[in-house]
């Protein structure tokens, strides 16, 4: 599904228009971000949460030359699904 079909369902299914959830949409997807970003947890209960997540200063290795190289330290958003999202995509799966 892309974002533009997204957009639709939701608008759709909430009776509102297009244009109306995809700035709800932009704000929601905006606020995350900004506080994942910032360090914090978002926590949508049923859904899941995202957060940030540090990864350490590791070696590696140049897949063009073999060279060992260093990946820096960086910090990455991770998605952890909720239980009731979960048994709700294992359910379709059935």
Do not use: C, W, Y
């Not at 290795?61 to 990455?76: F, L, M, V, Y």
């Amino acid at each position: 599904m892309t974002r533009q079909e997204l957009v639709k369902a939701v608008a759709e299914r909430a009776g509102h228009s297009q244009t109306a959830v995809n700035e709800i949409l932009n704000a929601m997807i905006g606020t995350i971000q900004d506080t994942v970003a910032a360090g914090d947890k978002v926590v949508l209960v049923g859904f899941g949460a995202f957060e940030p997540v540090s990864r350490p200063e590791r070696d590696g290795r140049n897949p063009q030359t073999g060279a060992k190289i260093t990946i820096a330290a960086s910090t990455t958003p991770k998605f952890t699904p909720g239980k009731a999202f979960k048994d709700a995509v294992n359910q379709a799966g059935k």
